[in-house]
């Protein structure tokens, strides 16, 4: 039978399997980066028809080492370690996140004026001012900095490319030290975004005595480089031990940006996210956002997972798999913390004792006993205050 032009499923269908036969033939040749750079389209182009092919593309993509040189007329080759032949960067020729960042209101307001600057360099140009060159992320593990530096990197439609310190200083040290040139020097000829990630591992490197010398010759062409960087592209150093950076190479960036912990409005947030569409109900999202108050972002979405596959297999609501997970992170708190939790679920929702008790497994009596304990050194603090 002909197939109708006009019917849209029909073309959705002849249009997968002309991508098909596309991934296919790539495959078969083994073109790995060719076959990456189609499927991270792909993955874009079925985001809003169809989110689970787009996500499971996306989880596939993730899994594979991210890299690609295909695609893009590229002026000079990949740059790669000279002894072991192994690429010195990760680089990603077109971001596609999984999650959308959660941002902290300054982190947020940094990262949106360092978009507007790259977005609209005119008036700045004419103003005698040029866009900012260089900027450090600093925060503990898990907050987002390097998803930050993708997203930022998707935003601008820039290639991302990543020397990741904690896995490469290795090669940037010893004999073949013009590894790292060859770095920057790759990184420099393309408009694109360079992440410094991991940066206090040549901090931690220290104690490798062996290294010193070298050492101090990596930081020395880093901080070289962070000073001379060229206007047009964008440096990002990344760490989560800020206090173990010297302070000169602190003051060489001309942008810092702090990723704290996370806030329970913006652990909620974040949640909803990873649920990707499942929903719970306010109050558990209440609980599980106090709950994960002093966690990383990573840590959550760890959770968030753990509790979606449990559902699957256990063939209970994401809800119920959550809600389980929580009850056994509640018992092992200890006493003092649990009251205290229970009574910020209290003061942030306006829920019942009794509602609260049900919903955590505290006993009615000690959430009273915490509660009174509170307002009775709150009322104390009140006097101190009213006899000074
Ligand atoms: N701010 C955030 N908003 C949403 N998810 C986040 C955030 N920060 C981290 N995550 C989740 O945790 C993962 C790891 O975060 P990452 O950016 O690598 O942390 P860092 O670089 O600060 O150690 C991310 O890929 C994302 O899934
Ligand atoms: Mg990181």
Do not use: C
């Amino acid at each position: 039978m002909p197939s109708n032009p006009s019917n849209p499923q029909t073309d959705e269908l002849s249009e997968v399997e002309t991508d098909l036969v596309h991934v296919a033939r790539l495959a078969l040749a083994s073109n790995s980066s060719h076959a990456q750079v189609t499927l991270r389209r792909l993955a874009r182009r079925y985001r809003d028809r169809r989110p689970a092919l787009a996500s499971d593309l996306v989880m596939l993509l993730r899994e594979s080492p991210l890299r690609s040189s295909a695609g893009r007329a590229t002026v000079m080759a990949e740059p790669i370690d000279t002894e072991s032949r192994l690429p010195l960067v990760r680089e990603e020729e077109h971001v596609v996140l999984s999650v959308e960042p959660v941002l902290d209101t300054e982190t947020n307001a940094s990262l949106q004026q360092l978009l507007r600057e790259y977005r609209m360099p005119e008036p700045l140009l004419e103003a005698g001012i040029a866009p900012t060159r260089t900027a450090l992320f600093t925060g503990p593990p898990g907050v987002g900095k390097t998803l930050a530096a993708r997203w930022l990197a998707r935003e601008l439609g820039v290639p991302l490319i990543v020397l990741d310190l904690s896995t490469v200083i290795s090669s940037l040290l010893g004999r073949t030290g013009n590894n790292l040139r060859k770095v920057l020097d790759y990184a420099k000829s393309t408009k694109s975004i360079l992440l410094l990630d991991e940066l206090d591992a040549i901090a931690k490197k220290r104690d490798d005595v062996t290294d010193v010398g070298e050492l101090k010759r990596l930081v020395t062409v880093l901080l070289q480089e962070v000073d001379s960087w060229p206007g047009g592209s964008l440096l990002l150093a990344a760490t989560n031990h800020p206090e173990l950076l010297d302070p000169a190479v602190w003051r060489r960036f001309e942008l810092l940006v702090e990723f704290p912990l996370p806030e329970p409005e913006k652990l909620a947030a974040a949640i909803q996210r990873y649920l990707d569409g499942n929903e719970i109900g306010n109050e558990t999202l209440s609980m599980l956002a106090q709950l994960y108050v002093g966690s990383s972002f990573n840590d959550v979405e760890r959770e968030v997972m753990r509790a979606r596959r449990a559902a699957v297999l256990d063939g209970t609501s994401i809800e119920q798999a959550l809600f389980q997970i929580a009850q056994i992170r509640i018992r092992t708190l200890p006493a003092a913390q649990r009251g205290r939790f229970v009574a910020e679920i209290i003061r942030s929702t306006g829920m019942s004792q009794r509602r609260a008790s049900e919903m955590t497994g505290v006993s009615r009596d000690t959430i009273r006993k915490y509660m009174a304990n509170q307002s009775s050194s709150s009322a104390k603090r009140e006097e101190i205050g009213d006899a000074g």
